[in-house]
């Protein structure tokens, strides 16, 4: 059998206009998500690259509409780009539900202004503290459908297991992590990969590696790992 090719786009200029392509055809975000993503970018500069990217928010809407999602948590909110995504989601579901969580009360201000001008801050809920301790108030408002964890990633294992021992994802119901690839560093942190100089990205790989590991041997789940993006863990549990 023919070894599967891994580098699908030969070089920069034709990925981008790959994702530019994608993007032109994949179920599009509507404009005041467009317009909060802007504003991110114009107040918070260098930090918002924390968001999700447009293509990727455009997947997880699709996802979420796919998934026939009612209640969603998110681990790591932001300024609430990706959770106003998910709203745009569930908008007219219902029972529609969505806790997002976040430490940083400076960007929650921001999110939940967000949500309020989105006309959404009725089933939106941003609870703020660390996450590994606000799960745990979370369980008389579960199960969730869909989890995105999206936060520190020292955390994940930790909020991992809390959401399955808690049940906070229903069975059958999907939990996606983001960035579990960082850049290829996952598989190489040496000089070969470009972003070996990148510090805090290598900082986040022992925990990332740790992470794939679990949710690949973990008999409470199944996992698919896609190699696009920063790398996401689809994990449906079983
Ligand atoms: C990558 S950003 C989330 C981006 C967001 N999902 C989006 O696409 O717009 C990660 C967030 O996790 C939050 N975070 C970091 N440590 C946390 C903790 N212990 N508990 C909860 N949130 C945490 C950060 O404050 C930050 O806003």
Redesign the pocket.
């Known amino acids: 059998m023919k070894d599967e090719i891994a580098v699908i786009y030969p070089n920069e200029a034709i990925s981008t206009a790959v994702l530019k392509y994608c993007r032109e055809r994949s179920l599009p975000l509507p404009d005041h998500i467009h317009r909060h993503a802007e504003l ?1 970018e114009k107040q918070l500069g260098d930090k918002s690259e ?3 990217s447009r293509l990727q ?1 455009q997947y997880l809407l699709w996802t979420a509409r796919s998934f026939g999602a009612k209640k969603i948590l ?10 106003l995504t998910f709203a745009e989601a569930l908008k007219g579901v219902e029972g529609a539900k969505i806790v997002t ?4 009360p400076e ?1 929650g201000a921001i999110a939940r202004q967000a949500f309020k001008t989105a006309g959404v801050d009725g089933f939106v809920e941003l609870v703020l ?4 301790q ?1 799960l745990t108030d979370l369980v008389p408002q579960g199960p969730f459908d869909l989890v ?1 964890l ?3 990633k020292e ?1 994940y294992i930790t909020y991992f297991n809390k959401i399955l021992e808690l049940g906070l994802v229903r069975k059958g119901g999907i939990l996606i992590a ?2 579990v690839l960082k850049k290829g560093l996952v598989v190489d942190a040496t000089e070969n990969n470009p972003s070996f100089s990148d510090s805090y990205a290598t900082s986040k790989v022992p925990y990332l590696k740790d992470f794939n590991d679990l949710v690949a041997s973990d008999k409470r789940v199944e996992t698919f790992i896609l190699p696009v993006f920063d790398g996401l863990a689809l994990v449906r549990v079983l």
């Open positions: 991110t924390m968001m999700v928010a998110e681990v790591g909110c932001f300024t609430g780009f990706s959770a969580m976040d430490i940083n960007t503290g660390p996450a590994d606000t995105f999206d936060a520190n955390g983001d960035n």
